[in-house]
């Protein structure tokens, strides 16, 4: 069935870096856009980043752009996001979707895969 599972998250102090990865499985990975959303607590969903299909084009919310950056290893069936210069601001649930598309849709009805997500904390 389709799966996806990320890992790599934690606590890391202000300034510092994480690197998110999310394997997948169960579809034909390179046909369909990859998506990080975050949640924090209190807080409603947010698109971090999506990479599509085909030409690998990428999105950055403003609030992590230059900070942050998604890639995917079609080899691998695993998207990942490298991010930098964390900020307390930062802290949430960080989840990988799959877009029915081979573009990102910034709406739930445009996915129909969810990862479990992973929590990355930023404090001191």
């Known amino acids: 069935q389709v799966q996806l599972v990320e890992s790599g998250g934690g606590l890391v102090r202000p300034g510092g870096s994480l690197r998110l990865s999310c394997a997948a499985s169960?579809?034909?990975?390179?046909?369909?856009?990859m998506s990080w959303v975050r949640q924090a607590p209190g807080k409603g969903l947010e698109w971090v980043s999506d990479?599509?299909?085909?030409?690998?084009?990428?999105y950055y919310a403003d609030s992590v752009k230059g900070r942050f950056t998604i890639s995917r290893d079609n080899a691998k069936n695993t998207v990942y996001l490298q991010m930098n210069s964390l900020k307390p601001e930062d802290t949430a649930v960080y989840s990988c979707?799959?877009?029915?598309?081979?573009?990102?849709?910034?709406?739930?009805?445009?996915?129909?895969?969810w990862g479990q997500g992973t929590q990355v904390t930023v404090s001191s």
């Open positions: 169960g579809f034909t990975f390179n046909s369909y856009a």
């Open positions: 990479i599509n299909s085909g030409d690998g084009s990428t």
């Open positions: 979707a799959k877009s029915i598309h081979a573009w990102s849709i910034h709406t739930e009805d445009e996915y129909d895969c």
